[in-house]
């Protein structure tokens, strides 16, 4: 058998490739370790630097997302991971349910949107002044709510709806007045009936029971009492304004007027949320500057939130969290 030479070069090659294929596996190994090993998750997703810090990188390419209902611009970074930058022209400012209108502020002059006729959507525990009365659709579902919960707590089905948008205020009304947030579809004017006859109600007896829970139903007496210097108007209990929950659950608790939780709601920010729990509903609650022409608004991907103007310069925007 002839004897083989072992060839020095062929070893000394193979075991430099060997060692080129070990470094680089152990290189893809390293870098795949130091990746993942520098993301967090805590309700935000950042990264953190060398000392372990959490760090907002602020990232080359950008991420675009949507909320399902309306379009978004661009934002960097991955520490809002979640949440979306949201246009909003200046025409929305002057619409929500939390929005001051009055003559100072007054209102855009468009239709509402969303009105239901209350003759088709009311429960039987009330009854109409005038059939062609209109409402904001998810107002009137809270109105039968609250006027559902008002009978079976006394027995009761003696209010009278008014006036919504429109309401009948002159001679011999129940009704002095005429308020220019109207027309926003969000207010009710009440009378009540006694033997047979609609009398004005002001907020004393059984029927107190409305302005001391219409809050429970998203409901709030816009004008109350003991607020005249800052609403500009004597206290009406006949006259309640659709502010949706947790809004008027929160004002209630606080004692505040609209006006007075307008001013209030602007010292929380994205960076500053309200937390607030009711009914077993957790809500996030900020407020975001409305004041450029390039209005915008950051808002959470699910699409579970609303935005409100308040007509004065911020937008007020709700998150239901659960």
């Known amino acids: 058998m002839a004897k083989r030479r072992l060839r020095w070069s062929r070893v000394f090659i ?81 619409t929500g349910t939390l929005s001051i209108i009055n003559d100072e502020h007054p209102a855009d002059g468009s239709a509402p949107f969303g009105m239901v006729g209350l003759l088709e959507n009311k ?68 009378a009540v009936t006694a033997y047979g006859t609609p009398v004005a109600f002001d907020g004393n007896d059984a029927e107190g029971w409305i302005v001391d829970n219409c809050y429970n139903y998203g409901y709030i007496v816009r004008y109350p009492r003991g607020k005249e210097t800052l609403t500009g108007h004597s206290f009406c209990p006949w006259h309640l304004r659709y502010v949706g929950q947790p809004h008027s659950a929160l004002m209630a608790e606080k004692g505040l007027c609209l006006e007075e939780y307008i001013e209030f709601l602007k010292g929380y920010s994205y960076e500053n949320k309200l ?19 390039a209005a915008s608004a950051r808002v959470p991907v699910s699409g579970n939130y609303t935005i409100s103007g308040d007509n004065i310069g911020t937008y007020i925007i709700t998150v239901k969290k659960n």
């Open 14 to 94: 193979a075991m430099f490739g060997l060692s080129v294929s070990i470094f680089a596996v152990d290189g893809l190994r390293r870098d795949f370790f130091k990746t993942t090993s520098s993301i967090t998750v805590d309700g935000d997703f950042v990264e953190k630097d060398s000392a372990g810090n959490h760090e907002n990188k602020q990232k080359e390419d950008m991420v675009s997302f949507g909320n399902g209902t309306q379009p978004t611009t661009v934002f960097e970074g991955v520490q809002n991971l979640g949440y979306s930058e949201l246009s909003v022209p200046p025409s929305k400012l002057n």
């Open 123 to 190: 429960s039987e525990d009330y009854s109409l002044m005038d059939e062609s009365v209109k409402l904001n659709e998810e107002a009137a579902a809270a109105l039968n709510g609250m006027m559902a919960d008002y009978h079976k707590a006394t027995g009761l089905t003696d209010f009278v709806v008014y006036g919504t948008n429109e309401t009948f205020t002159g001679e011999g009304s129940l009704c002095p007045e005429y308020f220019p947030e109207s027309i926003t579809g969000n207010t009710i004017d009440l």
């Open 275 to 293: 937390i607030y729990s009711f009914n077993d509903v957790e809500y996030e609650i900020y407020t975001s500057n409305a004041a450029s022409e």
